[in-house]
């Protein structure tokens, strides 16, 4: 009886109903769809503009760095000042300081003054080499010793101009802001400007900013990346050697052939674990294991490269293990259904499936080991290092930089030039991270093409 | 019905003579996935060079059975199987028995077509190279294009054996898998369900190739179609919820069983 009077509701629920009518149900289904596109198009617009503004800041900041400003002069390699004998004998040279040196400089500055013309009033030789880098007699030092037989010619050298000059162009420096600055006059400005009009100085591309060594905190303007470029490279190479066979050796273990039980399931979740620990536990352990117990030495790549392998190790294991595991059974039994061994069905037709998945894992590993700072600080890389690492294997051992810390040492220093130097590097570092994932898609594209 | 009743008579026909010795012999064999008991107590024997259907509602234990012959249930961690089970009169859940070698002597063609991502000849050579049966590239093209041709694909793809299998349609992928499992030449061929994704032509191009298979091997089919089991096998065997209900000469199954379960399946009363 209740059946038949609840078929009896029922039919008269289901009234035919016109399809062009909306019913208020059907309205408010769309009414939050639309509200939920509306919200996601909201989190989409705050991302981009967040990210155009990190660009922009940085852009702003830090491609001024990419150009610098010289002073050429013809330079007089005095024989009596640089080499008292007359034997052009390397060692003897080599023993001059850049205090020969200076005085070759502010001459040449002199005299290419008196011959164009240029004088100003409050500017005397004295101030007038102010406008040229500290760093310069070092370069010109390095050069006659590099290359003896040139003492007692006359060179055209471009020398770095000073920070501040450097800055006046680039809009850091205002004859306002010299006044009250200790290293710099608006004299010295206006003698700066009458120099470019003679052209004498200039600003160009600065190819020394990739390939220098780090500058001291008076010297900003000389300041490049040259180790820390050496130094990163150097470490993604460790990382990419150790930690690619090891991750994905690990996973086709743990995925393919381990039994299932409570120790393996104890690793697998330890692996997930460690992918979340942070960063700057991984440069104490590598502190107290790589340096302290193994007696590796301080500030070398060899040692920051076994930290970040330590690190990248869970990210790899746990992006090659979800791309095994996306392969399907079906492949496993085919190969399995004509003979093939565990290991052959493993390396012959899973592994080549998942290889896409396992190069992009790698590659994203890499790219966020690059951009790692906390542990190398821990492992000694924040030194002030100047001299360039050898050639690899030695050069793993020499003291080195990486870029990232390079930037945190930078952005540490008071010269308000070095701001515009971190920014720089920051620019650098995300090119490198761009190409990286960029290499990642292109290689993902290539290898899925093969069906 | 009608139609039914011709495929019959058909199969009576085709009929094989009797065997004497069986290809394979099972006693006694049980299953377990985990706490599940799967097969219960199977006992069977398949004879050589004919065509043996399993068939019986879904869930009812004969994939799984299927699976014990070539040991493919190894590969399921949780998988228990006990009992006997002997190819030739050799126990081939023998400690000393290689599961591998063992599929090398009873190939298995799957639900659904799994060419490798290889080319054609690649899927086909892929057995014959890992078992070291061509010492040659010229012997492994004979392999190749032999296994094609009993596969019945070869006309079909001679010109382009150097093209992706899965580029092929779902029923001449499928045919690739049956010429994958003959390039090895094993003695027994396990299908389960081979024809389930596909259309009616490919089944019935599928079909005759199990037909022309059978002077050559032995050929168990699991099928969830009682017309194709009626079509194409000699011997059926009924399982129902772990149990092999009956088994016979598949024109005896089909007009005259003798369990009443066979019966209501066979007649669409459940399943």
Redesign the interface.
């Known amino acids: 009886m209740t059946d038949v009077s609840v078929v009896a509701e029922r039919g008269k629920v289901s009234q035919p109903k016109s399809i062009l009518a909306i019913d208020a149900r059907t309205r408010r289904r769309h009414a939050a769809e639309a509200r939920f596109r509306l919200m996601g198009k909201i989190a989409v617009a705050i991302s981009i503009l967040a990210l155009v503004g990190l660009l922009a800041s940085i852009l702003t900041n830090g491609l001024t760095s990419f150009r610098q400003t010289y002073v050429t002069l013809d330079i007089y390699l005095d024989p009596a000042k640089l080499d008292k004998q007359g034997n052009r004998d390397p060692e003897a040279i080599a023993k001059i300081t850049t205090f020969a040196y200076a005085p070759l400089i502010q001459k040449a500055l002199t005299d290419a003054m008196a011959a164009k013309g240029i004088a100003v009033e409050g500017v005397n030789a004295k101030r007038a080499v102010e406008l040229i880098s500290k760093e310069a007699p070092a370069t010109l030092r390095q050069y006659v010793i590099s290359d003896p037989a040139v003492i007692g010619e006359t060179i055209s050298f471009d020398l770095l101009a000073s920070g501040r000059i450097d800055g006046y162009y680039k809009g850091r420096v205002t004859k306002e802001s010299a006044q009250l600055d200790r290293n710099i006059s608006p004299e010295q400005l206006l003698l700066a400007d009458e120099l470019k009009q003679a052209g004498l100085l200039a600003t160009r591309f600065n190819w020394d900013f990739f390939t220098a060594p780090d500058a001291s905190d008076t010297r900003p303007e000389a300041a490049g990346l040259g180790v820390a470029v050496l130094g990163s490279a150097y470490m993604m190479l460790i990382v990419l050697v150790l930690s690619l066979p090891l991750g994905v050796a690990a996973s086709i273990y743990l995925e393919e052939f381990a ?2 039980n409570r120790f393996t399931d104890l690793i697998e979740v330890n692996i997930a674990n460690l992918a979340a620990v942070p960063s700057i536990v991984f440069g104490i352990l590598g502190l107290a294991v790589f340096i302290n117990f193994a007696g590796l030495p301080q500030s070398a790549p060899v040692v920051g490269g076994l930290v970040l392998t330590l690190m990248t190790l869970p990210t790899i294991i746990i992006a090659t293990r979800a791309a095994l595991k996306a392969v ?1 059974r ?12 565990k290991m ?1 069905s493993v390396f ?2 899973v592994l080549p ?1 998942a290889m896409p998945g396992i190069l992009t894992g790698t590659i994203i590993g890499l790219a966020h080991a690059l951009g790692e700072t906390a542990p190398l600080l821990l492992i000694g890389m924040v030194a002030f290092v100047r001299d360039y690492p050898a050639g690899p294997p030695e050069g793993f051992f020499d003291p080195a930089s990486a870029l990232p810390v390079q930037v945190y040492s930078w952005t540490q220093r008071g010269d308000p030039a070095f701001v515009e130097r971190a920014s720089g590097a920051i620019i650098v570092l995300l090119v490198f991270l761009v190409a990286m994932n960029l290499t990642a898609i292109i290689l993902r594209r290539r290898f899925e093409r ?2 | 019905m009608n139609n039914m009743s011709a495929t019959i008579t058909t199969t009576i026909s085709t009929k094989a003579p009797a065997m004497n010795q069986p290809k394979i012999s099972a006693r006694g064999v049980q299953v377990h996935y985990g706490d599940k008991h799967a097969l219960k107590d199977v006992s069977i024997e398949i004879h050589p060079r004919s065509v043996t259907a399993f068939i019986g509602p879904s869930g009812c234990g004969k994939s799984t059975f299927l699976r014990c012959l070539n040991r493919m249930n190894d590969t399921i961690d949780i998988c228990r199987v006990a009992g006997h089970i002997a190819i030739d009169g050799e126990d081939i859940y023998d400690p000393k028995v290689d599961p591998v070698q063992l599929r090398a002597k009873v190939g298995m063609v799957f639900q659904k077509p799994n060419p490798f991502p290889k080319t054609i000849y690649e899927n086909v050579a892929y057995g014959p190279r890992i078992h070291g049966l061509a010492a040659k590239k010229a012997d492994l093209d004979d392999i190749v294009a032999s296994a094609l041709q009993r596969a019945g694909l070869w006309n079909e793809v001679k010109d382009r054996l150097h093209a992706p299998g899965t580029g092929l349609s779902g029923g001449q992928q499928q045919r690739l898998c049956i010429a994958r499992a003959v390039a090895v030449s094993p003695e027994v061929i396990l299908m389960d369900e081979p024809c389930s994704a596909l259309d009616p032509i490919a089944t019935a191009k599928v079909e005759e190739l199990i037909h022309e298979l059978r002077e050559n091997f032995t050929i168990v089919i699991v099928t969830h179609s009682m017309q194709q089991a009626a079509r194409v096998s000699q011997r059926t065997a009924m399982f129902h919820l772990g149990n092999l209900v009956e088994v016979d000469d598949t024109d005896k199954i089909f007009t005259n069983p003798d369990d009443q379960r066979t019966q209501d399946y066979i007649m669409g009363r459940f399943g």
């Open positions: 039994p299932q399907p079906s492949i496993r039994d085919a190969a399995l259904g004509v003979g093939a061994s052959q012959h037709h499936l093969r069906w």
